[in-house]
């Protein structure tokens, strides 16, 4: 039940979206008492504008999630943007600071970082690859440097995407090696594919798979299948590695942390969420 004592994270994606962080915030908030619910709205891209805005203009607002399409138009809409969320060029988190301004972050890359720390990968001095600069490569890329890592090689067939990522990731972190132009997974502590190749077996894969060494860590972003082919095929060479959902669940305590909502684990988001995959 929802009433005027109740706080809202508003959920805002266009109206066919999916919505289902409801099935995986609620269930925890009900669990663990807290008068928070998560509440999808539907909001096409001409109205978005002044529907964030206004939004915020509730009594019991506490904070916004925001997905697809809206992710790179909401950067624009806001006040203070988190450098994550100026490399990534995209914002999945709104709150209202305490000055009454507009706040933004984005948290895809930071649920893949927590998610390989806490398998015990070092992120610290890391050489890493990440295949795809879009959306939540890019993401992943902001992330990564502000887990420490020494070097980023980036790769992505539209030579625009990987440039304009060097670009963001060296004004913002000056002393981060920034390379372009190869995917050679050869040599690196860590290996990110963020791109939907590789999904099913018989898909070309995002890099020379034979060249995957068995000590690099494997991350994958896609969800629609838990082991992928390309996990499949990491697992195979010896390789450690982490399927896309992973992402999802561990970054859903850094929003609550964001929103200054009580935390909670991956683990336990997992045993209480209604959602399934």
Request: hydrophobic fraction near 45%; charged fraction near 20%.
């Amino acid at each position: 039940m929802i009433n005027g004592n109740t706080e809202i994270i508003a959920h805002i994606g266009f109206p066919t979206h999916a919505f289902k962080a409801p099935m995986i915030y609620n269930p925890w908030f009900k669990k663990c008492g807290a008068n928070v619910k998560v509440v999808p709205f539907g909001c096409k891209p001409e109205d978005y504008a002044a529907f964030l805005k206004s939004l915020f203009k509730l009594s019991n607002i506490r904070g916004a999630l925001i997905t697809m399409p809206h992710k790179v138009t909401t950067v624009g809409l806001l006040d203070v943007v988190s450098p994550t969320a100026a490399i990534a060029g995209a914002c999945n988190a709104v709150r209202l600071g305490a000055d009454g301004r507009l706040e933004g972050d984005m948290f895809d890359g930071e649920g893949f970082v927590r998610g390989l720390i806490r398998k015990g990968c070092v992120l610290q001095g890391a050489r890493v690859l990440v295949v795809g600069c879009g959306g939540v490569g890019s993401a992943i890329a902001a992330s990564l440097a502000a887990a420490g890592v020494a070097e980023l090689a980036l790769f992505d067939p539209r030579d625009d995407s990987q440039q304009g990522l060097a670009a963001r990731l060296r004004q913002h972190y000056s002393a981060l090696v920034v390379k372009t132009g190869s995917s050679d997974p050869a040599g690196f502590d860590v290996v990110v594919n963020a791109t939907p190749m590789g999904m099913n077996q018989g898909d070309p894969m995002p890099m020379d798979v034979s060249r995957l060494e068995a000590r690099t860590f494997v991350g994958e972003v896609v969800m629609k299948s838990e082991m992928t082919a390309f996990l499949q095929v990491a697992k195979e060479r010896g390789c450690r590695f982490q399927i896309g959902t992973d992402m999802l669940f561990e970054q859903i305590p850094a929003y609550l942390e964001y929103f200054g909502l009580p935390s909670t684990t991956a683990d336990e988001l997992r045993a209480v969420a209604t959602l399934s995959y």
